[in-house]
């Protein structure tokens, strides 16, 4: 590792972030962003479903429960949906995620939502890094149980 | 890791034992990921799991001899389960599950684990930290693939006739080729003729042809060829079903006249007394309100525009065959095709609305496209370039390139073809008139295919002059109305203020309105440049991510005529594999329903936006219809009783990732 292009080592903590992406579209922008070397810190952790309309809520909640410092929730564009309009019904259960994260005492960006298409590997990019420069000044979750970093 | 093969051997391999088996081979992929991951401390760590039998680092998992070592190891160490951790399963996992089925593994024993371009090529410089990550992500995709479950991926039917949308140069080669080799094809044009964008260029580059002489044919073979249905002036309403048996609705719009009757004498026309600009000429000299698209137009019919016409009647009283239906209404057909192969075009940057180096400011600046029309013998000027404030043919030309294109203002990509067709134009005028002046503003030329540079060369030998520079002011002289000109010669260092009888703005390829309407019936993606994506920008450049559904021409991105024609016949090519076949292999994740479970609720019903769960009135539960269901899952997370399950991606099996994103963790099957 050269270490002119290296980027500022940090020894503090790094967050976990668990991101649920959906095969057609975000799945693929996370695969652009590779293909395009937009770099990002090595915080999320992606798990495929088909459509942004499986991630169920019990897959978030336990993501928390496991010791997730931010759930990230992601699907095609409203309208580009592969399955017609799963994704509008991912809003909508969006919106009750969100209630319940907050009835929990999390702070809102804990759990964020963004529609990414497959071309769009820099908007992913971006909203990694986001992410996780808005999850490093919180600190680790309050829900993280004990023996996980 | 230390087990060797035991005495279990051909098809009992395929009965899926209570005991996992589990083996794990990590990709380097060249140094795209051993640069970055250690893939060695990667594989020692996967080794100790529970369940892991084998761990194997290769250099390409992908080559014949990685591919070979994976079908060794499940032989050698009985495997029932494999994880492939390298790029991405959206390009090799169809792959790796041939590699397994053929040692007798259900196919979907496969996990796929992506630590290229989600790990390696995204944290170049985080070594270590890559190298842990993947180590997550394997063990994630161990724990998955201990509970992925046999599934029988299904074989449907495919009807042998294909649909093409757009009957522009692309759609009408991918529908002669079908035709040729005997299939119906029923070709869909929303314009009036079929032809698309270049019947209206007046020649094409590098040779010059005159652009409808070599398409005229070639729209008359279309129209001739017994197996092609053409459906002009129509649009792709609805587009339901999947490969093989797609449902397409198509709306024919009125023309207000009976086809069968119209001989495209234009009679017609020569009675009405409207007046409008001539689209086909982009808008210079006019057409009547009833009209023959253009000379050559195929169907040779004429066509009433119905928001200009005054109803005055004269075409009715002028046709003597009695075609013309004032009161006509759309018609629809309902056709059952195979395949669709998406060739919808483009149009070009429109320059008005910003006022781009002045154009719809001061007159005498036009764009590439009026030009050409202007070029064209059978153009408003019977062509005779001309410029629009005073109708004087111009002496002093100047060309701008990159309108639209290659500016971050407007569009970052290259359209590709402006060089080309300003070289040509510029050659054009200089052959019919050589006492013009030509002056081509560029950033660079580009002139990457045969010909193309010794076009560039015979405009040089010409007299046209190049400069390397982009306009950063562009005035009108209010007296002569000239085009006064200011840009840096970059080449020499220099300001230049030059003066020009005409401007032509050479603009670049944009998507057209309708290509949000096609991307939502076919359901494909669109790329950042907002034109239709392919399955795959270098091995799958003309598939799309749904079956059976195929892209041409510049729809997919910008293109020359030849590309476009090479994509079309490359589409029929891809198409034919179905037609022949006339089967299909289609994914087999489905939703499944547990009746034991079921309370017949039905709210799974009202979340499938493809009507395949139904519900048993009798039983009172919901029955997943597997042909139907295409496997989003949506309706699983919307059960209130657990009832319902996705194949492939069942709770226990996403469970499974989710709790060992930090440490190791067992989950219940």
Redo the contacts between chains.
Sequence with gaps: ?SAE???AKTDGW?P?I?AFCC???S??G??S???G??????TA???????S???????VF??FL???DAVLVTGCHI????????ND?TKI?YKFLENVVRELGLEKERLQLNWI????GEKF?NFIRDVTAQIKKLGPSPLKPG??? | MSETGTETKGTEVKKDSDEKRVGVFVCECGVNIGGVVNTRAVADYIGTLPGVKVTSVNKFTCSDSGQADIQQKIKEHNLNRVVVAAC???THEPTFRACIEQMGLNQYFLEFV?I????S???????E??T??AK??IR?GVERAKLLEPLQASEVPVIDKALVVGAGVAGMQAALDLADMGFQVYLVEKEPSIGGRMARFDKVFPTNDCSICILGPKMVEVARNKNIKIMSYSEVKEVEGYVGNFNVKVEHKPRYLDIAKCTGCAKCSEACPVEVPYDFNEGFGTRKAIFVPFPQAVPLRAVLDKENCISCKACAKACERGAIDYDMKPTYSDINVGVIIGAVGFKTYDPEPKHDFGYGLYDNIITAMEFERLLNAAGPTGGHVVRPSDCKEPIRVGFVNCVGSRDKNTNIYCSGVCCMYTIKNAQLLKEKRPETDHTVMYIDIRTPFRGYEESYNRSRNLGVKFLRGRPVEVKEDPNTKNILVRVEDTLAGEIRNLEFDLLVLATGIVPHEGINQI??LL?L????DGLL?EAHPKLRPVDT??DGVFLAGVASGPKDIPYAVSQGSACASRATILLKNKKAITEG?TAVANPDVCVGCGVCIS?C??QAIKMDEQAGKANVVKALC?????C???CPTGALE?SH?K?NQ??A???N???FQEVAV
């Excluded at chain 1, 070397?37 to 090595?42: D, H, V």
């Excluded at chain 1, 952790?45 to 459509?51: E, L």
């Excluded at chain 2, 993606?525 to 950042?528: F, L």
């Excluded at chain 2, 295409?630 to 949506?634: A, I, Q, V």
């Design positions: 590792m292009a290296a980027p790094e976990k668990v095969n057609w579209c799945y693929g996370a695969d962003a590779g293909m070397r937009f770099q990002q810190p090595p952790r992606i798990i495929r479903v088909m459509c309309g499986r991630i169920d809520p019990l897959h336990n993501a496991e010791g997730a309208g580009d949906c592969h399955y017609v309009n799963g019904k259960k298409s497959a071309s769009e990019a023996g996980v970093s | 991405s399963p959206k992506n290229r371009d989600h790990c090529w995204i944290h170049m410089w985080e070594k930290k890559a842990e990550k997550d992500l994630m991307q939502q359901k993606s669109k790329a950042a994506m991510t749904i994740i979340m936006p493809f295409k496997g989003c899952g949506t699983v997370t919307a996705q991606f709770n996403v469970l990732q989710i709790k994103v930090f440490k």
